[in-house]
């Protein structure tokens, strides 16, 4: 019990450290700001989902009395909350002897679907997306106005930078380039939690892994299914997108997260195509090259195949082809 209990404290203290170093401006900071949830995810997929709460409540205790109450809420809310949740729901399985899910030492049948941890992320990625809506709004107007005067002032504190942007434009170009920055904040700020997230899943089952601890089984990415109801979510989300005002804004961040779930599905989709031919490497070389390059435009299509996936299940509908055994399952 000891043991159980350092270990809790113990990873919400080393998340603590981190979002402390954080708070110092510089590129380290930058990087650090990833992996400050990645102790916390650690505790709740080795030791359970209750350690992860204990090491949450241990980070705001501790940030709060360095840093102020802001500080550990903030820890709270957009760390602690999301491992709990998360490594809850990636350590359920269905215990193969029919006894409860995640009875220590049984060996699971089912673990809880990934693509339903993916839309999870999603969920909470695009929540966590529209605090800052919610803190400098709360209507879209005051958001972007207040968002458009701090990128405007920050440019102008680094001249060469802008100097560098603006380029051959007049002061309409400098306007233009502003409005897609703020614009944009939002659903890159959804996208990019919700990867983190999914990141800090997949580097915390490694890590407990390696301990010896019981770690989670990922079936093969090929084999990747999103629910049928996110593609409803999906097309409500991305129709309020394009309703001006606020609720636009609002749906910017879930349409994003769900857009880039599905983004993820269709890559899955192109690697169980390709998964017997012998060009796989450089095809999948070519496709991940492309969504680097092309960006938007790629990932757009990606996700459309993500969808007509979901819907029509076009896996399902290529004949089966001999597994000759000697590749491993991607």
Same mark, same amino acid.
């Given at each position: 019990?000891?043991?159980?209990?350092?270990?809790?404290?113990?990873?919400?203290?080393?998340?603590?450290?981190?979002?402390?170093?954080?708070?110092?401006?510089?590129?380290?900071?930058?990087?650090?700001?990833?992996?400050?949830?990645?102790?916390?995810?650690?505790?709740?997929?080795?030791?359970?989902?209750?350690?992860?709460?204990?090491?949450?409540?241990?980070?705001?205790?501790?940030?709060?009395?360095?840093?102020?109450?802001?500080?550990?809420?903030?820890?709270?809310?957009?760390?602690?909350?999301?491992?709990?949740?998360?490594?809850?729901?990636?350590?359920?399985?269905?215990?193969?002897?029919?006894?409860?899910?995640?009875?220590?030492?049984?060996?699971?049948?089912?673990?809880?679907?990934?693509?339903?941890?993916?839309?999870?992320?999603?969920?909470?990625?695009?929540?966590?997306?529209?605090?800052?809506?919610?803190?400098?709004?709360?209507?879209?107007?005051?958001?972007?106005?207040?968002? !458009?005067?701090? *990128? #405007? +002032?920050? @440019?102008? /504190?680094?001249?060469?930078?802008?100097?560098?942007? %603006? =380029? &051959?434009?007049?002061?309409?170009?400098?306007?233009?380039?502003?409005?897609?920055?703020?614009?944009?904040?939002?659903?890159?700020?959804?996208?990019?939690?919700?990867?983190?997230?999914?990141?800090?899943?997949?580097?915390?089952?490694?890590?407990?892994?390696?301990?010896?601890?019981?770690?989670?089984?990922?079936?093969?990415?090929?084999?990747?299914?999103?629910? !049928?109801?996110? *593609? #409803? +979510?999906? @097309?409500? /989300?991305?129709?309020?997108?394009?309703?001006?005002? %606020? =609720? &636009?804004?609002?749906?910017?961040?879930?349409?994003?997260?769900?857009?880039?779930?599905?983004?993820?599905?269709?890559?899955?989709?192109?690697?169980?195509?390709?998964?017997?031919?012998?060009?796989?490497?450089?095809?999948?070389?070519?496709?991940?090259?492309?969504?680097?390059?092309?960006?938007?435009?790629?990932?757009?299509?990606?996700?459309?195949?993500?969808?007509?996936?979901? *819907?029509?299940?076009?896996?399902?509908?290529?004949?089966?082809?001999?597994?000759?055994?000697?590749?491993?399952?991607?």
């Amino acid at each position: 019990m000891a043991g159980y209990i350092f270990i809790s404290i113990g990873s919400g203290l080393t998340s603590a450290l981190l979002f402390g170093s954080v708070l110092s401006p510089s590129l380290l900071s930058i990087i650090l700001l990833y992996f400050v949830p990645l102790p916390l995810f650690i505790a709740a997929m080795g030791w359970g989902a209750t350690s992860a709460a204990i090491g949450g409540g241990a980070a705001a205790i501790a940030l709060t009395a360095v840093f102020g109450f802001k500080a550990g809420a903030i820890h709270l809310i957009g760390f602690s909350a999301p491992a709990f949740i998360l490594g809850y729901l990636a350590m359920l399985a269905r215990s193969g002897d029919g006894g409860e899910a995640g009875t220590a030492g049984a060996a699971p049948a089912e673990w809880y679907p990934a693509g339903r941890l993916i839309i999870w992320c999603a969920g909470i990625a695009a929540v966590l997306a529209l605090f800052p809506v919610a803190l400098l709004g709360p209507d879209a107007e005051t958001f972007y106005s207040t968002m !458009r005067a701090q *990128v #405007v +002032a920050w @440019l102008e /504190a680094q001249p060469e930078l802008k100097r560098s942007l %603006t =380029v &051959g434009s007049d002061g309409a170009g400098f306007d233009w380039l502003v409005s897609q920055l703020v614009f944009a904040m939002v659903p890159s700020a959804a996208i990019v939690t919700m990867l983190t997230l999914l990141a800090n899943v997949w580097l915390a089952n490694k890590v407990v892994a390696v301990s010896g601890r019981r770690a989670r089984t990922w079936s093969a990415f090929s084999e990747l299914e999103l629910p !049928r109801s996110a *593609v #409803v +979510a999906t @097309l409500i /989300a991305a129709a309020a997108a394009f309703v001006p005002g %606020t =609720v &636009g804004l609002l749906a910017t961040a879930p349409a994003s997260t769900l857009f880039a779930a599905y983004t993820i599905l269709g890559l899955a989709v192109i690697h169980f195509t390709a998964r017997h031919i012998p060009a796989r490497p450089l095809i999948l070389g070519s496709i991940y090259l492309a969504l680097f390059v092309f960006s938007w435009i790629a990932a757009f299509a990606f996700a459309a195949l993500g969808l007509a996936e979901t *819907v029509l299940k076009i896996r399902r509908r290529r004949p089966p082809r001999p597994d000759t055994g000697d590749r491993k399952p991607d």
